[in-house]
């Protein structure tokens, strides 16, 4: 019979997979306004631009922070291997948001020469998505991992495993991602000449978006057996090929929004790409954790410790949520020229 020691690394799997999820929706679209900053060149449409996210940005890295902390609190035995094999593009990342945190403040009293802030917001936005997909290539390709004794499981390869073609392939896809997110934000949020850009801007990215998607979803079975068999394997097969129809769907129906110029549409399907592509990864490496080694039961703490966490996690979830509701429906509306919350 299955007991807490089964559900409990499940239920963190779910909160830590909602928590990641959250942070890439919502600061996937922070994150490509900064990715499209540079093809601007008025500082009052990046004025326009940033006054969009600014009630919104430093709250939507709360999930990072979140999905991390549970990381750490409920599979410490992943957090152990994941972090020294992915240590260099983890500190670049966070380096990368620190930079782009400060420079998002910054910014707004550096006048009149507003260019090296706008350097640093926009290189660190495109620093900081870049790692985050070389941190998903290389957790998709594999880590090498010995267990050692007492010491269980470690982390036995190199520095450098993770950089890998397929790893810069993921980073330039979730930029381009993060890239229509921000897009598909502008038009909705925005009037004018930003606006107008930015649904320019939108189609292209999109396309480009969904080769990328494409490329990694054909690559990934080729690189990895397991996940072939996974999606290729009968029955396996006849339950899992309406998500690649689906998206295709989903993307088709995202470009039509933007060619009629659909304000809400078009970034609430972008939205559900990335969720589609975070389910085909979840199905991809499920129950790994640490691919191809650790599962969740394997990498999951004390019980005791789980269900300690697991408590205070409870509380604050909802009120992180509704925190987020809250701004958002307070803030929601048109960001016009000229006008602005800082």
């Known amino acids: 019979m299955m007991g807490m020691e089964w559900y409990l690394p499940l239920a963190w799997a779910w909160i830590i997979g909602a928590a990641v999820a959250m942070y890439v929706i919502l600061d996937g679209f922070d994150l490509g306004i900064g990715i499209l900053f540079p093809f601007t ?7 326009q631009m940033m006054n969009t996210v600014a009630p919104f940005w ?12 549970g990381l750490w609190v409920a599979f410490p035995k992943a957090y152990a291997v994941i972090m020294p094999a992915l240590y260099l593009p983890v500190i670049v990342m966070l380096l990368a948001l620190i930079f782009r945190g400060v420079s998002f403040e910054f910014r707004w009293v550096a006048k009149p ?13 495109i620093v900081a998505a870049f790692c985050q997909g070389l941190i998903l290539g290389g957790l998709i390709q ?6 050692q004794g007492a010491l269980g499981p470690q982390f036995a390869g190199g520095a450098l495993d993770w950089a890998t073609p397929f790893g810069a392939l993921c980073g330039i896809g979730v930029v381009l991602g993060y890239a229509l997110l921000g897009a598909t934000w502008l038009a909705m949020k925005t009037d004018g000449e930003v606006a107008a850009r930015s649904r320019r801007q939108a189609a292209p990215l999109l396309i480009a978006m969904i080769v990328a998607m494409g490329l ?3 690559w990934t079975p080729l690189l990895v057996d397991r996940i072939w ?21 989903v993307a088709w ?5 933007i060619e009629n110029g659909r304000e809400i549409g078009p970034f609430v399907g972008s939205i559900a790409l990335f969720v589609l592509g975070f389910i085909g990864l979840a199905i991809s490496t499920y129950p790994y954790l640490v691919p191809p080694h650790i599962t969740f039961w394997d990498a ?43």
């Open 41 to 47: 060149k008025d500082e009052h449409e990046r004025d």
């Open 58 to 69: 430093d709250g939507n890295e709360t999930w990072l922070v979140l999905g991390g902390g």
């Open 113 to 125: 020469n507003k260019s090296v802030w706008n350097v640093t917001f926009a290189g660190g936005s």
């Open 142 to 147: 594999g880590v090498d991992v010995q267990t």
């Open 216 to 218: 990694v979803s054909l």
């Open 229 to 249: 068999e996974r999606w290729f394997s009968l029955p396996n097969l006849l339950f899992l090929w309406p998500i690649p129809l689906v998206t295709a769907g």
């Open 253 to 257: 129906l995202v470009w039509r929004g």
């Open 300 to 342: 999951a703490a004390a019980p005791a410790s789980q269900i300690f966490m697991g408590v205070g996690t409870v509380v604050m979830f909802p009120i992180i949520m509704g925190y987020t509701v809250f701004v958002y429906w307070i803030f929601r509306g048109k960001v016009r020229a000229g006008e602005g919350y800082h």
